[in-house]
């Protein structure tokens, strides 16, 4: 038996879905700044000063770098869920082609920032948990000038399958 820890919680506000951040993933780790002063001012050899700042400015690079990490993540998840708000209003049916380039270009990221961000990132919804790269896929133009993804045709075939009537199955 496997599962998965969602990184991101989808959650409805009035008419927006807002994806926010699961806080069970969020390492609670913090800096001492009440320590690093009392070491910054106590009296210490020049090296033991020189490798004690240098500690310091790593575990600070080290915080800010998960932070910016996570507000990626959560940014990434958001430009998802607002490219693809009829797959969360209408359901699967209605997933739409989406590209790691349209999220990149309305983030002002790479899109090798993007596929980083989603790759092996799950987020939780009142549909069911998905991994964040379901959401990216090519489509299909419809006769009516809609375009679909191709998830969104899958599961189309799957419910008319699924409506048919045993006795009398559709042609090929």
Same mark, same amino acid.
Do not use: C
């Given at each position: 038996?496997?599962?998965?820890?969602?990184? =991101?919680?989808?959650?409805?506000?009035?008419?927006?879905? =807002?994806?926010?951040?699961?806080? @069970?993933?969020?390492?609670?780790?913090?800096?001492?700044?009440?320590?690093?002063? #009392?070491?910054?001012?106590?009296?210490? @050899?020049?090296?033991?000063?020189?490798?004690?700042?240098?500690?310091? +400015?790593? @575990?600070?690079?080290?915080?800010h770098? #998960?932070?910016?990490?996570?507000?990626? =993540?959560?940014?990434?998840?958001?430009?998802?869920?607002?490219?693809?708000?009829?797959?969360f209003?209408?359901?699967?049916?209605?997933?739409?082609?989406?590209?790691?380039?349209?999220?990149?270009?309305?983030?002002?990221?790479?899109?090798?920032?993007?596929?980083? +961000?989603? +790759?092996?990132?799950?987020?939780?919804?009142?549909?069911?948990?998905?991994?964040?790269?379901?959401?990216?896929?090519?489509?299909?133009?419809a006769?009516?000038?809609?375009?679909?993804?191709?998830? +969104?045709?899958?599961?189309?075939?799957?419910?008319? =399958?699924?409506?048919?009537?045993?006795?009398?199955?559709?042609?090929?």
């Amino acid at each position: 038996l496997s599962f998965v820890v969602p990184e =991101i919680v989808l959650v409805r506000e009035k008419d927006n879905w =807002i994806a926010k951040l699961n806080t @069970a993933v969020v390492p609670r780790l913090s800096f001492d700044f009440e320590n690093f002063e #009392l070491l910054t001012q106590a009296k210490l @050899a020049k090296d033991e000063q020189t490798s004690w700042n240098q500690k310091a +400015a790593q @575990a600070k690079q080290f915080l800010h770098a #998960l932070e910016y990490r996570f507000s990626t =993540i959560t940014a990434v998840a958001q430009t998802i869920v607002d490219m693809q708000r009829s797959f969360f209003t209408k359901g699967p049916s209605a997933l739409k082609p989406l590209f790691l380039k349209d999220v990149a270009n309305r983030l002002g990221m790479s899109e090798s920032t993007v596929s980083r +961000a989603t +790759a092996g990132k799950f987020m939780q919804t009142p549909l069911g948990t998905f991994e964040l790269k379901h959401f990216f896929g090519a489509g299909f133009s419809a006769s009516d000038g809609e375009t679909i993804s191709t998830a +969104a045709v899958r599961r189309r075939i799957v419910d008319i =399958i699924a409506s048919e009537d045993p006795a009398k199955p559709l042609s090929d």
